[in-house]
C-alpha cells in the first residue's frame, strides 16, 4: 500500500503564489506516475497536471504557464507550484500516484492510489 499526504494548501489573494506537496510512503517503489487533481464544490474532479516516470508533464489549459509539477524521487515528494493564482482556481487539490507505468497518466480512474485533499482558496 501506499499513503500520500497533501499540505501547503491555504488562503491566498489573487495573484499570489502557493506550492503544494504530497509525501508518499509505504511500498513506493512501484510508483512511478504522479499527478494533481483538484475538485471545487459541485464539480468534477479534474486533472490540474501530471508527471511521468521519465519526468514527462501535462498541464491543464487552464494552468498552463502558472503552474509547474515536479517531483523529489530522493524525498518521495511530488510538488505543485502554483503562481499568479485566480478565484477560479479555489478547489481541494489531491495528489494520486499510478503504479507501474511507462506514460504520464492524464485519466482520473488510471491512478491507483489518492490523498486527502488540501484545500486552496484564492480571494479576489
Known amino acids: 500500500q501506499v499513503q500520500l499526504v497533501e499540505s501547503g494548501g491555504g488562503l491566498v489573494q489573487a495573484g499570489g503564489s502557493l506550492r503544494l506537496s504530497c509525501a508518499a510512503s509505504?511500498?513506493?517503489?512501484?510508483?512511478?506516475?504522479m499527478g494533481w487533481y483538484r475538485q471545487a464544490p459541485g464539480k468534477e474532479r479534474e486533472l490540474v497536471a501530471a508527471?511521468?516516470?521519465?519526468?514527462?508533464?501535462y498541464y491543464a489549459d487552464s494552468v498552463k504557464g502558472r503552474f509547474t509539477i515536479s517531483r523529489d524521487n530522493a524525498k518521495n515528494t511530488l510538488y505543485l507550484q502554483m503562481n499568479s493564482l485566480k478565484p477560479e482556481d479555489t478547489a481541494m487539490y489531491y495528489c494520486a500516484a499510478r503504479e507501474d507505468t511507462i506514460v504520464v497518466v492524464t485519466t482520473l480512474y488510471e491512478y491507483d492510489y489518492w490523498g486527502q485533499g488540501t484545500q486552496v482558496t484564492v480571494s479576489a
Open positions: 508527471i511521468g516516470p521519465g519526468g514527462s508533464t
Open positions: 509505504g511500498s513506493i517503489f512501484s510508483i512511478n506516475a
